[in-house]
């Protein structure tokens, strides 16, 4: 063992050590994997070292790995597990749409019944198109801003992650698409009047995550993101909400809870009940564009942007399990374990902070509170190791990064005893942290 390691990072190696040998499964089968997969990994955010753990199987709010462990499940598929793994109004909805055929090649009997249902919910969708996965609808409402507006620039924010392809997290991204990104600082009016003061007339968008999520679910202020509203419609420019997320917040996502309407949003994750999917839409006279009854209308293809079994959760998801009212009363749920939690942990030293709204949640360790990405401590970085190592081996998974996702089957004796691992690690952590 090296000498020179701190006594965190000795604790974080010991860890290590005691899940390498819990895991032995997992350490093979990843082993096997990368004779066919550079690192055995084809989605860069489940790689941890020293190597992560193969899931056999969920149910309800629980995994089961290779291992034999069973553990709560805090990852929910970075919020796309909303349902958990087996609702049964999706399996059904899923296997009777199956056994109707899967790839139909047409007009099918779900497509606009889903996309009622997502315009019925969301203020700012008049229109809406699907496709498969919410890095595509990113995508395609970028361009679509840039075709509307005639402008090429786009306003993102430092930490922001609109998809693989838009990721915004510390500079620059080599696998970014090439556009021309203006990357400003979360959270800061001041910095996005004077961007529209200087370059006003060439934005296309601003694309804005409501909270802003893989860089620790920093929630944005209401003065913030109106301030987005109020520069974006003097410029001309579109605002675009990214609520792939956090379109879960409520019955009508975070546009629905703050009253600001963007002029397009974009969804995924949870949208299609756990299957692939992802959704763009907004302001009718923008959405038209893609009317093929017109002559020289925007074309948008894609094999799979109506397939019936992602058509079919969706629909079972949004009408008869996540309905507008569930959606509120999970919010009051999530929300009030989340404030629990901020005060079981300040209770065992004040500069924890839990952000996010709702389901959504991180935890900080700051002397204030992040209200942006660069706000991410050396501290906070350390109690998240600390915090996802201990839950693996404690019977509850959160992801590597930290988060904590809450899905509809979690009771609330789930709950306690999430929050109780986290507080014993919070209470271990100081033991342990460099000042
Ligand atoms: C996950 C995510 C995306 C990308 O969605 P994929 O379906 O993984 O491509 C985009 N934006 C936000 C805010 C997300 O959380």
Known sequence: MNVNMSPFQRRIEDLKDQYAAENPRSRELMAEAESWMPGG???????????????????????YDVNGHVMLDCVGEFSAGLYGHSEPAILKAVSEAMSSGIVLGGPNLYEARLAELVCKRFASMDLVRFCNSGTEANVLAAVTAREVTGRSAIVVFDGAYHGGVMTFA?????????????????NDPAAAREVFIKNGRRIAAVFVEPVLGAAGNIAGTYEFLQTLREETEKSGSLLIFDEVKTSRLGGGGVQGILGITPDMTTLGKYLGGGFTLGAFGGRADIMTRFNPHEPGSLKHAGTFNNNVCSMAAGIAGLSSVFTKERAEAF??????????????????????????LGSLISIHFASVEPKSGADTTKETRQFRDLLSLKGLLGGVAFTGRGDIFLSLPMTDSDMEIILKLIVST??????????
């Not at 510390?170 to 979360?186: A, E, K, R, S």
């Not at 009030?336 to 030293?349: D, K, P, Q």
């Open 426 to 435: 919070a209470t271990e952590y100081l033991d342990f942290r460099e000042a």
């Open 331 to 356: 919010l009051k749920q999530s929300e009030s374990f989340r404030l629990r939690l901020g005060e079981a942990l300040t209770n065992v030293h004040p500069d924890f902070h839990v952000t996010g």
């Open 41 to 63: 990994n084809t989605r860069s955010v489940l790689h941890f070292d020293p190597f992560p753990l193969v899931i056999e199987k969920g149910e309800g709010a629980k995994l």
């Open 170 to 186: 510390g500079g620059q991204n080599p696998m970014n698409v090439p556009f021309d990104w203006i990357v400003l600082p979360y």
